[in-house]
C-alpha cells in the first residue's frame, strides 16, 4: 500500500504564466513529482521485505535513496503552494503588515537586516548551486532564526532540524525548457510568484513547535 501520494496542484498549469509557462508546470508536477513519490513508496517496500528477511545488504542504497526521493517529494510539496498566480495579484511583491503577514516580515528583517539583504541572499544561494539543488528559507528552532541553506540534491548541506518555510527549487527540470541556461534569471523571476501568505503560515507553524534540543 503507498504511503505517500502526489498532491493536487493549488492553481492550473498556466497560473503562473508568464514567470512558469504551463509545460514545464505539467511536466515538473505529472512527471518528476510523481516520480520522487512512487521513489519513496519503492523503497518502503524494499525497506520492508529486507525487514521481513532480516538481510541488509543493500541497506546503504536503500536509505540513501529513500532521504533522497522522500525529500524530494516534500520540498516539492512546499514549493507547489509557495507559488500563487501574479495575473490574479496573489504572488510576488514582498511580505508587509497591511498584508497580514507583518511577523513573517518582522523575523526576515530581524534575521537579515532588511528585505533586499534577504533577496539578496536567497537569489545568489539558489543561483550559485552547483548541478541540482534547492535555495531554501528556513526556520531554524535553536535560535529561533530564519537562515538560508543551500540543499544538494533534495537533502543535502541542512542545519538539522530547520523546517524550510519558502524553496525555490533550482534543478534544471524547473526552468530550462523556458530559460534555457540562464538560472539566475528564472530566480529572479520567481519573485513575482512567491506566495507570502503560505510562507507566512509555514513560519508561525515552525515557530509555534517547540524544539526538543537543549545543549
Not at 539583504?117 to 528559507?137: E, N
Amino acid at each position: 500500500m503507498a504511503i505517500y501520494t502526489l498532491p493536487e496542484l493549488p492553481y492550473d498549469y498556466a497560473a503562473l504564466e508568464p514567470v512558469i509557462n504551463p509545460e514545464i508546470i505539467e511536466l515538473h508536477h505529472d512527471k518528476h513529482h510523481a516520480a520522487y513519490v512512487k521513489g519513496a513508496n519503492d523503497t518502503l517496500e524494499q525497506l520492508e521485505e529486507a525487514r521481513d528477511k532480516d538481510q541488509w545488504g543493500a541497506v546503504n542504497g536503500l536509505e540513501k535513496n529513500l532521504a533522497f526521493h522522500l525529500s524530494g517529494h516534500i520540498l516539492h510539496s512546499i514549493y507547489w503552494n509557495n507559488m500563487a498566480s501574479p495575473k490574479a495579484g496573489e504572488g510576488g511583491g514582498e511580505p508587509l503588515a497591511a498584508d497580514g503577514v507583518g511577523e513573517l516580515a518582522d523575523a526576515i528583517t530581524a534575521s537579515f537586516g532588511s528585505f533586499a539583504r534577504f533577496k539578496a541572499q536567497l537569489t545568489k544561494a539558489s543561483a550559485t548551486t552547483q548541478g541540482s539543488g534547492w535555495g531554501v528559507l528556513a526556520y531554524e528552532p535553536v535560535s529561533g532564526r530564519l537562515i538560508v541553506e543551500q540543499v544538494y540534491d533534495h537533502q543535502g548541506n541542512v542545519g538539522q532540524g530547520s523546517v524550510p518555510i519558502l524553496v525555490f527549487d533550482a534543478w534544471e527540470h524547473a526552468f530550462y525548457l523556458q530559460y534555457k541556461n540562464q538560472k539566475v534569471d528564472f530566480i529572479e523571476a520567481m519573485w513575482q510568484v512567491v506566495n507570502w501568505q503560505d510562507v507566512h503560515r509555514r513560519y508561525l507553524s515552525a515557530k509555534a513547535s517547540v524544539p526538543l534540543i537543549s545543549f
